[in-house]
Nanobody
Framework: QVQLVESGGGLVQAGGSLRLSCAAS????????MGWFRRAPGKEREFVAA????????YYADSVRSRFTISRDHAKNTVYLQMNSLKPEDTAVYYC????????????????????WGQGTQVTVSS
């Protein structure tokens, strides 16, 4: 497993932006497909975005498509989630996840597909 640390969460007004980062320590993320998930109060964890090892194949949940952008920087061993046009319903704890895989162009949308998880970062969007 790889250790993941999220950062960048905070309080923002509706319509604002935040960029979350997920940094890895101890291992290179180049062997991992990555994903972002979130859990809102009283709700189950839900998929947000996923990116393949090489960073070409990307998928978003319908609720965030066109507003959020997932990306990765292999040199910095970090994955990002740029969140624009935030809405109060985006309020949640956001988690990044990693899955070690030999597949270069595959992304994963189910939480059960991932091996490692970060501790989460709180995002609160006020109306």
């Amino acid at each position: 497993q790889v250790q993941l640390v999220e950062s960048g969460g905070g309080l923002v007004q509706a319509g604002g932006s935040l960029r979350l980062s997920c940094a890895a320590s101890g291992r290179s993320l180049s062997r991992y497909a990555m994903g972002w998930f979130r859990r809102a109060p009283g709700k189950e964890r839900e998929f947000v975005a996923a990116i393949s090892r090489v960073g070409v194949d990307i998928y978003y949940a319908d609720s965030v498509r066109s507003r959020f952008t997932i990306s990765r920087d292999h040199a910095k061993n970090t994955v990002y989630l740029q969140m624009n046009s935030l809405k109060p319903e985006d309020t949640a704890v956001y988690y990044c996840a990693a899955r070690q895989t030999d597949a270069s162009f595959t992304y994963y949308t189910h939480g059960s597909s991932y091996d490692s998880w970060g501790q989460g970062t709180q995002v609160t969007v006020s109306s």
